[in-house]
Protein backbone atom coordinates (compact mmCIF):
# COMPACT_ATOMS: atom_id res chain seq x y z
CA UNK A 1 0.00 0.00 0.00
CA UNK A 2 3.22 2.23 0.80
CA UNK A 3 3.75 2.33 -2.72
CA UNK A 4 0.21 3.18 -4.26
CA UNK A 5 0.40 6.02 -1.83
CA UNK A 6 3.58 6.64 -2.95
CA UNK A 7 2.71 6.62 -6.69
CA UNK A 8 -0.72 8.40 -6.04
CA UNK A 9 1.37 11.17 -3.90
CA UNK A 10 3.82 11.66 -7.23
CA UNK A 11 1.08 12.17 -9.21
CA UNK A 12 -1.28 14.68 -7.43
CA UNK A 13 1.97 16.58 -6.86
CA UNK A 14 3.19 16.36 -10.62
CA UNK A 15 -0.52 17.07 -11.26
CA UNK A 16 -0.94 19.78 -8.81
CA UNK A 17 2.22 21.40 -10.35
CA UNK A 18 0.82 20.64 -13.59
CA UNK A 19 -1.81 22.44 -13.06
CA UNK A 20 -0.04 25.37 -11.62
CA UNK A 21 2.05 25.65 -14.81
CA UNK A 22 -0.94 25.41 -17.00
CA UNK A 23 -2.62 28.28 -15.01
CA UNK A 24 0.80 30.48 -14.85
CA UNK A 25 1.18 29.83 -18.79
CA UNK A 26 -2.51 30.99 -18.92
CA UNK A 27 -1.93 34.21 -17.31
CA UNK A 28 1.04 35.34 -18.78
CA UNK A 29 -0.35 34.39 -22.01
CA UNK A 30 -3.36 36.52 -21.61
CA UNK A 31 -0.83 39.21 -20.51
CA UNK A 32 1.41 39.25 -23.19
CA UNK A 33 -1.39 38.83 -25.24
CA UNK A 34 -3.09 42.06 -23.89
CA UNK A 35 0.18 43.62 -23.94
CA UNK A 36 0.48 42.73 -27.75
CA UNK A 37 -2.90 43.67 -28.30
CA UNK A 38 -2.31 47.22 -26.82
CA UNK A 39 0.80 47.77 -28.75
CA UNK A 40 -0.95 46.88 -32.45
CA UNK A 41 -3.72 48.97 -31.16
CA UNK A 42 -1.51 51.68 -30.63
CA UNK A 43 0.20 51.09 -33.68
CA UNK A 44 -2.82 51.08 -35.92
CA UNK A 45 -3.97 54.16 -33.84
CA UNK A 46 -0.38 55.94 -34.77
CA UNK A 47 -0.87 55.22 -38.36
CA UNK A 48 -4.99 55.60 -38.53
CA UNK A 49 -3.75 59.42 -37.40
CA UNK A 50 -1.06 59.73 -39.76
CA UNK A 51 -3.32 59.18 -42.56
CA UNK A 52 -5.90 61.06 -41.85
CA UNK A 53 -3.33 63.96 -40.96
CA UNK A 54 -1.95 62.95 -44.66
CA UNK A 55 -5.30 63.34 -46.00
CA UNK A 56 -6.16 66.73 -44.69
CA UNK A 57 -2.80 68.13 -45.50
CA UNK A 58 -3.75 66.91 -49.66
CA UNK A 59 -7.22 68.47 -48.97
CA UNK A 60 -6.00 71.38 -47.78
CA UNK A 61 -3.78 71.75 -50.34
CA UNK A 62 -5.52 70.54 -53.40
CA UNK A 63 -8.18 73.55 -51.73
CA UNK A 64 -5.14 76.15 -52.53
CA UNK A 65 -4.22 74.81 -55.87
CA UNK A 66 -8.37 74.92 -56.59
CA UNK A 67 -8.12 78.60 -55.51
CA UNK A 68 -5.30 79.53 -57.30
CA UNK A 69 -6.84 77.75 -60.20
CA UNK A 70 -9.66 79.68 -60.14
CA UNK A 71 -7.69 82.82 -59.80
CA UNK A 72 -5.84 82.40 -62.78
CA UNK A 73 -8.77 81.45 -64.86
CA UNK A 74 -10.64 84.79 -63.32
CA UNK A 75 -7.23 86.71 -64.84
CA UNK A 76 -7.41 84.67 -67.80
CA UNK A 77 -10.59 85.72 -68.59
CA UNK A 78 -10.49 89.37 -67.47
CA UNK A 79 -7.49 89.45 -69.95
CA UNK A 80 -9.02 88.10 -73.06
CA UNK A 81 -12.26 90.41 -72.15
CA UNK A 82 -10.20 93.39 -72.11
CA UNK A 83 -7.54 92.43 -75.31
CA UNK A 84 -11.27 92.14 -77.44
CA UNK A 85 -12.65 95.43 -75.68
CA UNK A 86 -8.63 96.54 -76.75
CA UNK A 87 -8.70 95.58 -80.27
CA UNK A 88 -12.32 97.02 -81.04
CA UNK A 89 -11.22 99.87 -79.51
CA UNK A 90 -8.13 100.14 -82.04
CA UNK A 91 -9.99 99.12 -85.38
CA UNK A 92 -11.14 101.67 -87.79
CA UNK A 93 -15.04 101.89 -87.04
CA UNK A 94 -16.16 100.12 -90.51
CA UNK A 95 -19.41 101.53 -91.59
CA UNK A 96 -21.08 100.44 -94.45
CA UNK A 97 -19.11 99.03 -97.18
CA UNK A 98 -21.08 100.60 -100.29
CA UNK A 99 -20.99 104.18 -98.17
CA UNK A 100 -18.10 104.67 -96.34
CA UNK A 101 -15.44 102.19 -97.79
CA UNK A 102 -13.14 105.14 -98.97
CA UNK A 103 -13.43 106.99 -95.31
CA UNK A 104 -12.51 103.52 -93.44
CA UNK A 105 -9.35 102.69 -96.07
CA UNK A 106 -8.48 106.57 -95.22
CA UNK A 107 -8.72 105.60 -91.87
CA UNK A 108 -6.14 103.20 -92.18
CA UNK A 109 -3.75 105.16 -93.64
CA UNK A 110 -3.50 107.54 -90.74
CA UNK A 111 -0.16 105.37 -89.74
CA UNK A 112 1.28 107.55 -87.48
CA UNK A 113 -1.80 108.00 -84.88
CA UNK A 114 -2.89 104.97 -85.41
CA UNK A 115 0.49 103.76 -84.51
CA UNK A 116 0.75 105.67 -81.98
CA UNK A 117 -2.77 104.12 -80.32
CA UNK A 118 -1.44 100.68 -80.99
CA UNK A 119 1.46 101.49 -78.64
CA UNK A 120 -0.13 102.54 -76.08
CA UNK A 121 -3.25 100.17 -75.84
CA UNK A 122 -0.60 97.41 -76.33
CA UNK A 123 2.09 98.63 -73.63
CA UNK A 124 -0.98 99.13 -71.14
CA UNK A 125 -2.38 95.75 -72.06
CA UNK A 126 0.90 94.22 -71.19
CA UNK A 127 1.13 96.53 -67.95
CA UNK A 128 -2.15 94.72 -66.66
CA UNK A 129 -2.03 91.47 -67.87
CA UNK A 130 1.26 90.55 -68.84
CA UNK A 131 1.93 88.26 -65.94
CA UNK A 132 -1.00 86.09 -66.68
CA UNK A 133 0.14 85.83 -70.92
CA UNK A 134 1.97 82.79 -71.75
CA UNK A 135 5.07 83.65 -73.46
CA UNK A 136 3.77 83.49 -76.96
CA UNK A 137 1.28 85.68 -76.70
CA UNK A 138 3.70 88.38 -75.01
CA UNK A 139 6.33 88.26 -77.80
CA UNK A 140 3.84 88.70 -80.08
CA UNK A 141 1.97 91.49 -78.56
CA UNK A 142 6.09 93.24 -78.02
CA UNK A 143 6.76 92.44 -81.75
CA UNK A 144 3.43 94.46 -82.69
CA UNK A 145 4.40 96.88 -80.37
CA UNK A 146 7.94 97.50 -82.12
CA UNK A 147 6.29 97.09 -85.71
CA UNK A 148 3.69 99.96 -84.45
CA UNK A 149 6.92 101.88 -83.63
CA UNK A 150 8.63 101.54 -86.59
CA UNK A 151 5.75 102.60 -88.53
CA UNK A 152 5.12 105.67 -86.70
CA UNK A 153 8.55 106.67 -87.90
CA UNK A 154 8.42 105.26 -90.93
CA UNK A 155 4.98 107.33 -92.07
CA UNK A 156 7.25 110.58 -91.62
CA UNK A 157 9.76 108.92 -94.15
CA UNK A 158 7.69 107.05 -96.78
CA UNK A 159 3.91 108.26 -96.22
CA UNK A 160 1.06 107.03 -94.37
CA UNK A 161 -0.09 104.99 -97.31
CA UNK A 162 2.97 102.72 -97.01
CA UNK A 163 2.57 102.48 -93.22
CA UNK A 164 -0.64 101.87 -93.01
CA UNK A 165 -0.26 98.54 -94.90
CA UNK A 166 1.98 97.48 -92.10
CA UNK A 167 -0.88 98.72 -89.61
CA UNK A 168 -3.38 96.42 -91.22
CA UNK A 169 -0.82 94.11 -91.02
CA UNK A 170 -0.72 94.48 -87.39
CA UNK A 171 -4.71 94.43 -87.26
CA UNK A 172 -4.97 91.09 -88.65
CA UNK A 173 -2.11 90.02 -86.13
CA UNK A 174 -3.68 91.32 -83.08
CA UNK A 175 -7.10 89.22 -84.67
CA UNK A 176 -5.13 86.58 -84.75
CA UNK A 177 -3.73 86.94 -81.13
CA UNK A 178 -7.59 87.35 -80.27
CA UNK A 179 -8.62 84.00 -81.26
CA UNK A 180 -5.44 82.49 -79.85
CA UNK A 181 -6.23 84.06 -76.27
CA UNK A 182 -10.23 83.53 -76.46
CA UNK A 183 -9.39 79.66 -77.97
CA UNK A 184 -6.72 78.84 -74.94
CA UNK A 185 -9.52 80.28 -72.41
CA UNK A 186 -11.87 78.05 -73.82
CA UNK A 187 -9.42 74.88 -74.24
CA UNK A 188 -8.77 75.51 -70.12
CA UNK A 189 -12.33 76.03 -69.45
CA UNK A 190 -14.08 73.09 -70.92
CA UNK A 191 -11.56 71.03 -68.82
Same mark, same amino acid.
Given at each position: ???????????????????????????????????????????????????????????????????????????????????????????????? @? =???? #??? $? &? %??? !?? +??? *?????????? @? =???? #??? $? &? %??? !?? +??? *?????????????????????????????????????????????????
Amino acid at each position: MQVLEVVSGVIVSLGGGAAIVAGCSSWIGKVWADKLMEKEKSKFARELEQLKHAMLRDAESYKIKLKKSEFIFQKEYEAASEFSAMLRRLLPKFKH @F =LEQE #GEW $L &D %DLD !KA +EAR *STDIEFELTE @F =LKSH #GAI $L &D %DYI !KG +EIN *SCIETAVDRKYAADVLGDCFAGSDIRHIYSRLQYLEQEIINKFRAQSST
